[in-house]
């Protein structure tokens, strides 16, 4: 019998069976079986757990079968369990670490999951594009500086799905006086898509290219406006690989320091009340909550109103963990609820900060036919402010002329 990890083992004997996960997940309303809440899929752990050869002779099922590998991807891995947990199990990298162990008993992930990993291993990003057009969305208006002082790392679906937010995240920080380059086709995925399904064998390569490649290009700090990226580059990199040697940052944490210092300067007026989506990876599992809606409030006649649930009570929206290339109708589902609650407040936008939230808050919008607009809070930034414009030089005087 193939024993779990300790580190599960210590989580499901803490456990109580309580319920109050079934309450919040969001998945799970999705499809209301048991199997499929948080609480289930511990209690059949714990079962596999206690397992011995008595359970095969009696016919007992009591193995990870397709089933089971089903129920346990049911998940966002959101981990707003986790807020309600009387335990306080660490939901965020338990279903992760199960998840692993799973793979390594070859019984999982789903198919879409794999051909992500077969799609890192061949060109080093999910979306099956080439590794030269990585940098093809970088705006004119920015010059790219030997010796940074931030390198932007773009992410794979705003290098080739979602240009938005990361040509607006760049514009927005050189119109606050940063220098910036990009590691262009040297970009490799952060590898999340990877370790939130349990594939965790190419984070280590993947970590030390980027890492290295930024190192070589003089980065002074790293800045992203995916959230996925900014969690793995800051805090599972370190696991498996080594914590890169300069500051990492969201978008978020370096517009609102820019805000402060009174270099980014904001030219026009935008009178809409505003909503604010906490992404998962960047609110719940990250801590970062104050700095997305302090640069929200910055911007001159915005009104911010909160929805019902925020900040480490955010609903998911749908689309983490690998749900949505799995479940896409379910994620658009679940997107659509956190939509209502957000037409709910009276807001006109809804503004996110991660590519997938805003992709994902889209399509459910659409299908309910909200009139609510979503975008990413660096598309509102860029809105608010002005190109930067050139002091023209002086022209030197004549030379005059010899008699």
């Given amino acids: 019998m193939v024993k779990l990890p300790k580190s599960i083992e210590r989580d499901l004997s803490a456990c109580l069976q309580c319920g109050y996960c079934v309450q919040v997940c969001d998945t799970y309303k999705q499809s209301p079986w048991e199997s499929n809440s948080p609480r289930g899929k511990i209690f059949y752990l714990n079962q596999l757990n206690k397992r011995t050869i008595i359970d095969q002779m009696l016919g007992r099922k009591v193995k990870v079968d397709d089933e089971f590998v089903e129920a346990l991807f049911w998940c966002t891995g959101c981990a707003r369990c986790h807020t309600v947990c009387h335990v306080s199990i660490d939901f965020a990298e338990f279903w992760e670490v199960v998840r692993e ?197 910055s911007v001159p006649g915005i009104e911010l109103v909160e929805m019902q649930h925020v900040r480490m009570d955010s609903r998911c929206c749908g689309a983490g963990g690998g749900f949505k290339s799995a479940n896409n109708d379910f994620a658009v589902n679940i997107a659509a609820e956190r939509v209502k609650e957000a037409v709910e407040t009276g807001a006109e936008i809804l503004v996110s900060s991660c590519p997938f939230c805003v992709l994902n808050l889209t399509q459910g919008a659409k299908k309910i036919g909200a009139k609510i607009k979503v975008m990413d809070i660096s598309e509102l930034l860029l809105q608010a402010t002005d190109p930067v414009v050139e002091e023209k030089k002086p022209e030197a005087a004549p030379a005059e002329k010899k008699a």
């Avoid at 992500?116 to 291993?121: A, H, K, P, T």
């Avoid at 799905?161 to 040509?167: C, D, E, G, V």
């Avoid at 490649?213 to 995916?226: D, I, N, W």
Wanted: proline share 7%.
């Fill in 101 to 297: 162990w799973v793979v390594e008993q070859g019984k999982g992930p789903l198919p879409a999951h794999i051909q992500i990993r077969e799609r890192l291993e061949e060109l080093r990003n999910p979306y099956n594009e080439p590794m030269e057009n990585r940098a093809a969305w970088w705006p004119k208006e920015v010059p790219k500086t030997v010796n940074p002082q931030a390198v932007f790392f773009a992410g794979c679906t705003a290098s080739y799905r979602m240009n938005a937010p990361a040509k607006a995240g760049v514009t927005v920080l050189h119109r606050g006086g940063m220098t910036l380059n990009t590691l262009g086709a040297d970009e490799w995925c952060c590898t999340s898509p990877a370790l939130r399904t349990g594939q965790t064998t190419l984070t280590e390569d993947f970590a030390e290219n980027n890492i290295t490649k930024a190192e070589r290009l003089g980065a002074q700090s790293m800045v992203m406006t995916c959230a996925g990226c900014y969690k793995t580059t800051s805090h599972d990199y370190g696991r498996y690989y080594g914590n890169p040697p300069f500051p990492v940052q969201h978008f978020t944490q370096t517009a609102a320091q820019l805000i402060k210092d009174k270099k980014l300067k904001f030219t026009k007026e935008i009178k809409a009340k505003v909503t604010y989506h906490d992404p998962c990876h960047l609110g719940r599992h990250a801590g970062v909550f104050d700095e997305p809606r302090e640069c929200i409030r």
